[in-house]
């Protein structure tokens, strides 16, 4: 449940006078006891006898272990926060996917292939589990070569290597048949290959060749296995499974294919890990998924955004107890479950505040933090019974009173809590008809999308519109598969207007932020005009494009699980373009005045957005949590300064707190470039709980 970086190892793992009864290093923290003995101190709060009695050691050696650390940078009065992030990540993925361990390396551009440093981490993981005597199984795929390469070259008695899927005839240099023949090179093992293809042609000829002697006695070894070992492959187009000849071309465009997610060990699986039968699945040979579960040790190694849908099917399924994989894999997965813990940890590169020693424990006014979002719930539906319901069967499903009504597109928004008035805020007659809730920073779980669907199809179809976040669109990808399946047609447009968080030849890449504010309220006035669902996607589309947000963060939030700050920035620095869950910037810089700094945003918006003199826009200028509306209103004077010395004319402007960041201080500035049919929807009337307009 830990990074995995064994260039943190010490050299000499004596720098006290070590007990003849130490304890062996937790596998979570491989074989690196400077790093177990700073996390019992900075993240567990131990003292040093604790920390002693816990690792089998001597005091001296614990103080030893702590020098060490401390002279390193591994522990600095708490932990080094990119150890401590990828700590947390694995530590959250094992206990709610009820892992053995969890291993997560770190992210980044380290000039290197994932799967590569995942395949050599994997490596590692099995050198440290095997056994003399063992069988192990290995699957296929990029991931599998580089962990049977990256295996230590040793003779391991009485062992075996054996293939769990069939062959195949592919000229990649991954095949099963490679994977299972390099891995026994390395452990000096018995090598033993299943003599037949992985898909055969029909269901009778698999079961003639599964009761060959032969192959019934190679597939009862592997049903025997120890451990095994596999990767997880996407079915998405260009994934290994379209590329490594295992499955016949034909067989892609076969029904079963598509309802798949994932493949795990030549078995397919869809998004909830439910094994997906079918002619495909009956023309496989190899293990099937229940004798897979039955061996006792199961080690994924996977990672990749791609992969996040794979992976997380294959946690819920169970099919893996280890899983290694790097820290924004497991952020993604983790969010797109709802799971709020882990994003204290988003800052990887940051250090955790920290006061005499401590980690700073923010103030905030709540009750049980389990209960945050329920209680939040219950006090808007409270405040604006007028405006907002909730589905009494599905409480994160929040309904207009007044939007829903028959013929008429309906428009589902949603994402995670913490960024109030956004997203619930916007539902009302006039523009949201439903908004789906996550937990604080973590996208809606796919069953409340679903929900509001239902409620808010008229016939006309639903309109999805959401902030592009690997979570949301993942679950809001597979509501609509399930909403697709109940006769509702369904639609996304996903929003993409922070300038700052991908360069412009990337801008499907880009994060959806305050620029929603815009975005939505087109989208609902189309929706109220009763356009149909080709007008109300075009205008969705039209919206997104021509409008621009860049923020300055000046504070960090905390999450009310936590109460500690989720990244650290100086009294005197600010961040241009901060994420509004703490993602890095594109610039850490000294504090500038106000007029500076709206002045450095607009540039950038400029820069893509190429107003001339008499162009109309709409101007957001937005609180991040704490910023107060009379510097809001600051930042406001200069942006109409700017806009009026470039004869750009402003139709409307709006400042106050619109898409928040909990209690992060900085704001945002957004623009939307207005034409006459933009104008007419901004102008449309609408009225939800935190504004009206028109």
Same mark, same amino acid.
């Given at each position: 449940?830990?990074?995995?970086?064994?260039?943190?190892?010490?050299?000499?793992?004596?720098? #006290?006078?070590?007990?003849?009864?130490?304890?062996?290093?937790?596998?979570?923290?491989?074989?690196? *006891?400077?790093?177990?003995?700073?996390?019992?101190?900075?993240?567990?709060?131990?003292?040093?006898?604790?920390?002693?009695?816990?690792?089998?050691?001597?005091?001296?050696?614990?103080? #030893?272990?702590?020098?060490?650390?401390?002279?390193?940078?591994?522990?600095?009065?708490?932990?080094?926060?990119?150890?401590?992030?990828?700590?947390? %990540?694995?530590?959250?993925?094992?206990?709610?996917?009820?892992?053995?361990?969890?291993?997560?390396?770190?992210?980044?551009?380290?000039?290197?292939?994932?799967?590569? $440093?995942?395949?050599?981490?994997?490596?590692?993981?099995?050198?440290?589990?095997?056994?003399?005597?063992?069988?192990?199984?290995?699957?296929?795929?990029?991931?599998?070569?580089?962990?049977?390469?990256?295996?230590?070259?040793?003779?391991?008695?009485?062992?075996?290597?054996?293939?769990?899927?069939?062959?195949?005839?592919?000229?990649?240099?991954?095949?099963? /048949?490679?994977?299972?023949?390099?891995?026994?090179?390395?452990?000096?093992?018995?090598?033993?290959?299943?003599?037949?293809?992985?898909?055969?042609?029909?269901?009778?000829?698999?079961?003639?060749?599964?009761? /060959?002697?032969?192959?019934?006695?190679?597939?009862?070894?592997?049903?025997?296995?120890?451990?095994?070992?596999?990767?997880?492959?996407?079915?998405?187009?260009?994934?290994?499974?379209?590329?490594?000849?295992?499955?016949?071309?034909?067989?892609?465009?076969?029904?079963?294919?598509?309802?798949?997610?994932?493949?795990?060990?030549?078995?397919?699986?869809?998004?909830?890990?439910?094994?997906? $039968?079918?002619?495909?699945?009956?023309?496989?040979?190899?293990?099937?998924?229940?004798?897979?579960?039955?061996?006792?040790?199961?080690?994924?190694?996977?990672? #990749?955004?791609?992969?996040?849908?794979? =992976?997380?099917?294959?946690?819920?399924?169970?099919?893996?107890?280890?899983?290694?994989?790097?820290?924004?894999?497991?952020?993604?997965?983790?969010?797109?479950?709802?799971?709020?813990?882990?994003?204290?940890?988003?800052?990887?590169?940051?250090?955790?505040?920290?006061?005499?020693?401590?980690?700073?424990?923010?103030?905030?006014?709540?009750?049980?933090?389990?209960?945050?979002?329920?209680?939040?719930?219950?006090?808007?539906?409270?405040?604006? *019974?007028?405006?907002?319901?909730?589905?009494?069967?599905?409480?994160?499903?929040?309904?207009?009173?007044?939007?829903?009504?028959?013929?008429?597109?309906?428009?589902?928004?949603?994402?995670?809590?913490?960024?109030? @008035?956004?997203?619930?805020?916007?539902?009302?007659?006039?523009?949201?008809?439903?908004?789906?809730?996550?937990?604080?920073?973590?996208? @809606?779980?796919? !069953?409340? =999308?679903?929900?509001?669907?239902?409620?808010?199809?008229?016939?006309?179809?639903?309109?999805?519109?959401?902030?592009?976040?690997?979570?949301? %669109?993942?679950?809001?990808?597979?509501?609509?598969?399930?909403?697709?399946?109940?006769?509702?047609?369904?639609?996304?447009?996903?929003?993409?207007?922070?300038?700052?968080?991908?360069?412009? !030849?990337?801008?499907?890449?880009?994060?959806?932020?305050?620029?929603?504010?815009?975005?939505?309220?087109?989208?609902?006035?189309?929706?109220?005009?009763?356009?149909?669902?080709?007008?109300?996607?075009?205008?969705?589309?039209?919206?997104?494009?021509?409008?621009?947000?860049?923020?300055?963060?000046?504070?960090?939030?905390?999450?009310?699980?936590?109460?500690?700050?989720?990244?650290?920035?100086? @009294?005197?620095?600010?961040?241009?373009?901060?994420?509004?869950?703490?993602?890095?910037?594109?610039? $850490?810089?000294?504090?500038?005045?106000?007029?500076?700094?709206?002045?450095?945003?607009?540039?950038?918006?400029?820069?893509?957005?190429?107003? /001339?003199?008499?162009?109309?826009?709409?101007?957001?200028?937005?609180?991040?949590?704490?910023?107060?509306?009379?510097?809001?209103?600051?930042?406001?004077?200069? %942006?109409?300064?700017?806009?009026?010395?470039?004869?750009?004319?402003?139709?409307?402007?709006?400042? #106050?707190?619109?898409?928040?960041?909990?209690?992060?201080?900085?704001?945002?500035?957004?623009?939307?470039?207005?034409?006459?049919?933009?104008?007419?929807?901004?102008?449309?009337?609408?009225?939800?709980?935190?504004?009206?307009?028109?």
């Amino acid at each position: 449940m830990a990074i995995l970086d064994t260039s943190t190892a010490p050299k000499n793992r004596s720098p #006290g006078s070590a007990s003849t009864k130490s304890k062996p290093v937790p596998l979570r923290f491989r074989d690196d *006891p400077l790093l177990w003995a700073g996390w019992l101190y900075a993240q567990d709060g131990m003292t040093q006898n604790e920390i002693a009695k816990t690792m089998g050691i001597s005091r001296a050696t614990v103080n #030893g272990y702590l020098s060490e650390a401390r002279s390193r940078g591994i522990v600095s009065l708490t932990m080094e926060t990119s150890r401590l992030s990828e700590f947390m %990540v694995a530590q959250a993925l094992k206990e709610r996917f009820h892992l053995s361990d969890c291993i997560v390396i770190p992210s980044g551009d380290t000039g290197r292939p994932l799967a590569e $440093r995942l395949g050599e981490t994997g490596a590692r993981v099995l050198d440290r589990l095997l056994r003399p005597g063992d069988t192990i199984g290995i699957s296929w795929g990029q991931t599998m070569i580089a962990l049977a390469r990256g295996v230590a070259s040793r003779k391991l008695a009485d062992a075996s290597v054996i293939q769990v899927t069939g062959g195949s005839t592919a000229s990649v240099d991954y095949t099963p /048949e490679l994977c299972v023949s390099r891995l026994a090179m390395a452990l000096s093992a018995r090598s033993v290959n299943i003599t037949a293809p992985a898909v055969v042609s029909s269901p009778a000829i698999r079961d003639l060749l599964m009761d /060959e002697p032969v192959l019934r006695g190679q597939f009862e070894l592997a049903r025997k296995a120890d451990k095994i070992v596999f990767g997880i492959c996407s079915t998405r187009p260009g994934s290994t499974v379209h590329l490594s000849g295992i499955v016949p071309i034909e067989d892609c465009s076969h029904p079963m294919f598509q309802r798949a997610t994932a493949v795990v060990a030549g078995r397919f699986i869809d998004a909830q890990g439910v094994p997906v $039968r079918g002619d495909l699945d009956s023309r496989t040979i190899g293990l099937d998924l229940d004798e897979i579960s039955h061996i006792k040790t199961r080690i994924a190694v996977a990672g #990749g955004a791609e992969k996040v849908p794979a =992976i997380l099917a294959t946690l819920r399924g169970r099919y893996a107890n280890i899983l290694i994989t790097d820290a924004a894999t497991g952020h993604d997965i983790l969010r797109a479950e709802g799971v709020p813990e882990s994003i204290g940890a988003l800052g990887g590169t940051r250090r955790a505040q920290v006061q005499g020693g401590v980690p700073m424990k923010t103030k905030k006014l709540i009750n049980d933090p389990k209960n945050i979002i329920e209680e939040m719930l219950d006090g808007i539906i409270k405040a604006h *019974p007028k405006h907002v319901r909730q589905l009494e069967e599905s409480p994160r499903s929040v309904i207009a009173v007044n939007g829903p009504r028959k013929g008429k597109v309906g428009l589902v928004i949603g994402g995670g809590s913490g960024h109030e @008035p956004s997203f619930v805020g916007f539902v009302g007659k006039g523009i949201a008809d439903a908004c789906a809730i996550g937990n604080v920073f973590a996208s @809606p779980p796919p !069953d409340p =999308i679903l929900e509001c669907t239902k409620a808010v199809d008229g016939g006309a179809g639903v309109l999805y519109m959401y902030g592009n976040y690997a979570g949301d %669109v993942m679950n809001f990808d597979m509501a609509a598969e399930m909403a697709a399946m109940e006769d509702i047609e369904v639609r996304t447009v996903l929003s993409t207007d922070d300038v700052a968080s991908a360069p412009v !030849d990337q801008k499907e890449k880009r994060r959806g932020v305050a620029g929603n504010f815009f975005i939505f309220k087109m989208a609902g006035a189309a929706a109220d005009k009763m356009w149909s669902i080709d007008e109300c996607e075009r205008v969705a589309r039209k919206a997104n494009e021509r409008t621009f947000t860049v923020g300055v963060a000046l504070s960090p939030c905390s999450l009310p699980q936590t109460r500690r700050h989720n990244f650290e920035i100086g @009294p005197d620095e600010m961040e241009i373009g901060m994420g509004i869950h703490g993602e890095p910037g594109v610039a $850490r810089e000294p504090l500038r005045t106000a007029d500076e700094v709206t002045d450095d945003i607009l540039e950038r918006i400029f820069a893509e957005m190429h107003v /001339e003199k008499g162009s109309k826009v709409a101007v957001l200028v937005n609180s991040l949590g704490s910023t107060p509306l009379m510097e809001l209103y600051v930042i406001n004077r200069r %942006v109409r300064e700017r806009l009026d010395r470039k004869g750009v004319e402003v139709h409307a402007t709006w400042v #106050g707190t619109y898409c928040s960041s909990l209690e992060m201080a900085g704001m945002s500035i957004t623009l939307i470039h207005l034409d006459d049919e933009l104008t007419e929807l901004l102008d449309h009337p609408c009225d939800c709980a935190m504004f009206r307009a028109g």
